[in-house]
Structures are given as structure tokens and as C-alpha cells.
């Protein structure tokens, strides 16, 4: 657990983030404790991007405006930062921005980090008082990451005492290789893993330091779970879901076939404050990154912002990318995460990802674009989530093999509803497809009003 002498020791073991004035001196225990939380977004008034300095095709509000006009040059390395000052300094002038409203976007985006770090380089002369909840925000974020990442080596140095070997990814990882500062990214949890024969042993020495699962099986559900899912979340004294176990990198369902032991062989050495982990190589990352954004439906640009540091950062075999993404029936889940940030960041599309090869990209992309940018409800559930999941694939196969095992495969929702004996457990497959056929009814009935 992170305990007061934890912070002095992450401080003194040289974990970077730069967070405006604090430090980690300063740092009160109550402080250490809050997260930033998403907000309600309120209504404000719309704008559009000149057509010159973006290649948007829909109306979206000064906020978003802004967030991406920071998010973009924050990924990007050779952008005049002359220009990014006029860009901002325009649409202060000729919009009417809401700053309660920036904040809750950039909160709810994952990207506050950027947006202040970029804003307070460009307008802290002029806007001072504007950007005092910002900081604040910030500074909270730098706490909760420091925090994680701490926490992060307690758990790996545990498990390592214990023979077990896991990739631990996203979080303060992801911040420290992409960003170069565990305090860039908005992050709530810890990442890692595991191979498939390992969960129960990495569950067990989890209990270890007080971290208990959030879900709680029979052991015929356990086991059906085991070959059908893929992660168990963790709580402790310090809150929920703070870390995550995963032994795939999707559900069965979603029917891309990760070869986990692959991951690990291909894993590569990475520093976090001096300690030496292992995590994914830049080549699975990539992939492993585009297909976690298109599960969320790309709801928050960090996921974008994400992908495109990658690509800018690293020196990536892109014609190996490819194939590797259309043997695993991707090709097209990486190349809507391009467009998609080539849309709303700015970004070039690396040529050889044939983005345009697929005429189903460029509308895939306009629609997730829109809701995006509408801020549209995301509701993983929906038959319009579903739709949108097997268009996103390109093979007429993994299409039918998402629908099959999406309607049988029974999960967490049917074994809470309906309690069955042992020996009746195979029948959780009809309850599955009872539910599920409840919830498309209902889904469709609410679309038909609307």
C-alpha cells in the first residue's frame, strides 16, 4: 500500500512530473486521496474550425475546439508553437468559451494534462484566473499518477517474489514511454498481464497486499469465465477498481485472437523510476491500443492522442503492422483509429496502412467522429453498439463469430440474474440469449421514438 513514507520514497526515487508549483513536498495527505471526477457537460454554443487549419466536416462546440487544437500540438513535435498560440489566441477572441465547460471536457476526454500544460505556455499571461481550476485539476492528476505508479512497483516487486512474470501496460507505463512524464496522462488504474495459467496464483499474491476482486464466481462460473473473459478488477482500502488483471486482451466474443504467450515473447525492457519492467513492444502496442479505443468507440481522444504519440515516437514497421492487422482481422479497427486521428488531431496517415484501400473506413470514421464530437450517449449494450462492432470488421468470418459467441456466451450479468444449481450450468447459455434478446428489443424500441 502507498503510505505517507511511500511518497517520500517515490519522491527521492525520482519520479517525473512537473505539475506548475507543487511539490512533493507541499503534498498533504488529504490531497493524495481526491481523483478528478467527469462532470455533467453543459450546453454551450457552437462553433467551426476554419477549414485551413482542419479537415473537420462537423459543427462542435469552442471547448472541444480548443481541447483539440492543444491535443494535436501536444503530439506533435516539429508544430511552430507561433502558430498554436495565434490558433488559440483566435479562438479565445471570436468564441464564447465556457471554462467551467473546457474543464469537464478535458476531464471527461482523459487529456487535462495536455490541455493545461499547452495553455499555460500560451496564455498564462493573459488568462491567469481562467486557469487557476486547471492547475488544480493538474496538480490532483500528478498525485493520483504518482501514486499508481508507486503502487505499480510495490505490485510488480511482489509478484516477482513470487515467480510470477506479467506485462504491466497503459497507465504510468504508457505515460512514462510515450510522454516521458508519469503526470501527462490521466490514468485511474494499473494495467498488467497476465498469462492464462497464472490468474489464480496472481490473485492469490494480490490478496497479499489486501487487493480482493470485485467479482465473486462459483467455481463452474469461475471456470467458464476463465476461458470466456478476460480481466478481473481489484479493490482495496483505497478504492475500487484500481487495478486490472488480464489474461486477454479482449473477450472471447469480440473475436480477435491475441496470442498472449506471444505478447510476452515479444515484450520488451522499459525504465520506470530506475526499476526495470517488462511491457509490449512497440509493434503489439500499437495494435493493442487501437483495438482497446475501438471496444470504447473512441469516446475519449486521449485514447487518439495515445496512438498517435506512438506512431510519432517510435520507429515502427508499418508494413509488418499491417499484416499483422489483417491476419488478425484488425486492418480496419487500426485504420479508422488513424483517420479518426487524422480528423480530430491534424495527424498525417502513414501510407503504408492503405487507409483508403477500404471504402468503409471513411464513413465508419465520419460517424464515430460525430458522435464523438455530439457527445452522443456510449451505451456497450445497445444494438447499435453491436452493429458498430462487426462493421468494424473486415472479414465476413469474424463478423458471424462475434454474433454467435456475442448471443451464446454467457457472462458476469447472467450468472447475478439467475442462480442455477451445478448441474443445470449449461443452461446459463438460454438465459444469455433471453437477455440479450430483451435488451435488443428494448434497444430497438428506444431508437424507433427517437
Known amino acids: ?106 476531464q471527461q476526454h482523459g487529456v487535462l494534462p495536455l490541455v493545461y500544460r499547452r495553455l499555460s505556455t500560451a496564455i498564462s499571461a493573459s488568462h491567469p484566473a481562467q486557469l487557476v481550476a486547471l492547475r488544480q485539476e493538474d496538480s490532483l492528476n500528478a498525485h493520483r499518477a504518482l501514486w499508481l505508479a508507486v503502487e505499480l512497483l510495490n505490485i510488480h516487486r511482489h509478484l516477482a517474489t513470487r515467480g510470477l512474470e506479467v506485462l504491466p501496460y497503459k497507465g504510468p507505463i504508457l505515460a512514462e514511454t510515450l510522454y516521458g512524464n508519469v503526470a501527462l496522462r490521466q490514468f485511474s488504474d494499473l494495467d498488467f498481464l497476465v498469462r492464462p495459467r497464472d490468474v489464480l496464483a496472481v490473485r492469490s499474491a494480490l490478496a497479499e497486499l489486501g ?83 475501438a471496444k470504447h468507440g473512441w469516446r475519449q481522444i486521449s485514447w487518439l492522442c495515445d496512438i498517435t504519440q506512438l506512431a510519432r515516437s517510435r520507429t515502427l514497421d508499418w508494413a509488418a503492422l499491417r499484416n499483422r492487422a489483417a491476419k488478425l482481422g484488425i486492418a480496419r479497427i487500426v485504420a479508422v483509429s488513424f483517420l479518426l486521428a487524422h480528423k480530430l488531431l491534424a495527424t498525417s496517415l502513414p501510407a503504408q496502412l492503405e487507409v483508403e484501400s477500404d471504402p468503409l473506413v ?79 428489443l428494448s434497444s430497438a424500441a428506444s431508437s424507433s421514438k427517437h
Open 1 to 106: 500500500m502507498i503510505t505517507p513514507h511511500s511518497w517520500n520514497i517515490a519522491s527521492k526515487r525520482g519520479l517525473r512530473f512537473q505539475c506548475g508549483s507543487f511539490t512533493i513536498g507541499n503534498l498533504r495527505s488529504e490531497d493524495r486521496e481526491q481523483v478528478p471526477t467527469t462532470r455533467p457537460l453543459t450546453q454551450t454554443a457552437t462553433s467551426r474550425r476554419p477549414a485551413s487549419t482542419s479537415s473537420y466536416a462537423v459543427t462542435f462546440s469552442p471547448e472541444l475546439d480548443l481541447i483539440l487544437t492543444c491535443c494535436g500540438e501536444a503530439c506533435s513535435s516539429d508544430a511552430p508553437r507561433g502558430e498554436f498560440s495565434t490558433r488559440v489566441q483566435h479562438i479565445l477572441q471570436s468564441t464564447g468559451l465556457n471554462w467551467n465547460h473546457l474543464l469537464q471536457l478535458a
Open 211 to 293: 487487493y480482493t476482486p470485485a467479482l465473486r464466481l462459483t467455481q463452474a462460473a469461475e471456470r467458464a469465465y476463465l476461458k470466456s473473459g478476460y480481466e478481473y478488477t481489484f479493490d482495496n482500502s483505497q478504492g475500487k477498481n484500481l487495478v486490472e488483471v488480464k489474461w486477454q486482451i479482449l473477450p472471447r466474443f469480440y473475436s480477435v485472437a491475441f496470442e498472449v504467450d506471444d505478447l510476452f515473447h515479444a515484450a520488451v525492457e522499459v525504465d520506470l523510476s530506475g526499476h526495470k519492467l517488462h511491457t509490449l513492444c512497440d509493434q503489439d502496442l500499437m495494435l493493442v491500443l487501437c483495438v482497446h479505443a
Open 362 to 440: 471513411e464513413p465508419l470514421a465520419q460517424k464515430i467522429m460525430q458522435q464523438i464530437v455530439g457527445n452522443e450517449e456510449f451505451d456497450s449494450e445497445s444494438l447499435a453498439y453491436f452493429r458498430l462492432m462487426m462493421d468494424l470488421r473486415e472479414r465476413r468470418g469474424d463478423r458471424a463469430s462475434f454474433a454467435w459467441r456475442l448471443w451464446v456466451t454467457p457472462s458476469t450479468g447472467e450468472w447475478s440474474s439467475v442462480r442455477l444449481p451445478g448441474v443445470l450450468f449449461p443452461l446459463y447459455r438460454a438465459v444469455r440469449m433471453c437477455r440479450l434478446a430483451g435488451r435488443m
